[in-house]
């Protein structure tokens, strides 16, 4: 059973940085394609970044392309997200998703969901 564990979410001011990462102690994430999205309050969840199993596809929505890289480090069993040049639009809960060996071409597409969920990591950005 695949469990995802999001870290990094915290409160930063507009302009800032953060690394959001994503986990699964005990379970080797290497075959498994990952997706970030997330959910700001009163809105619909968002699919913003995916990198497929390989670590050769990546894809990125509009709204963080340009300002979001999405990475995988198998030494550590860890996919990042790392976001700069945060807005006030960016505050949401973001997610960690993942799917066995899938591409990364629809994941984007709007109510696209994958297999597993981890619980969500808040990035708040404010003054």
């Known amino acids: 059973q695949v469990q995802l564990v999001e870290s990094g979410g915290d409160l930063v001011q507009p302009g800032g940085s953060l690394v959001l990462s994503c986990s699964s102690p005990?379970?080797?994430?290497?075959?498994?394609?990952i997706g970030w999205s997330r959910q700001a309050p009163g809105k619909e969840r968002e699919g913003i970044s995916c990198?497929?199993?390989?670590?050769?596809?990546?894809v990125y929505a509009d709204s963080v392309k340009g300002r979001f890289t999405i990475s995988r480090d198998r030494t550590k069993n860890t996919v990042r997200l790392q976001m700069k040049d945060l807005k006030p639009d960016d505050t949401a809960v973001y997610y960690c998703?993942?799917?066995?060996?899938?591409?990364?071409?629809?994941?984007?597409?709007?109510?696209?969901?994958?297999?597993?969920w981890g619980k969500g990591t808040l990035v708040t950005v404010s003054t």
């Open positions: 998703n993942a799917e066995f060996r899938v591409s990364c071409d629809h994941y984007l597409d709007a109510h696209y969901a994958m297999d597993y």
């Open positions: 990198i497929t199993y390989s670590g050769v596809g990546t």
């Open positions: 005990g379970f080797n994430l290497d075959d498994y394609t």
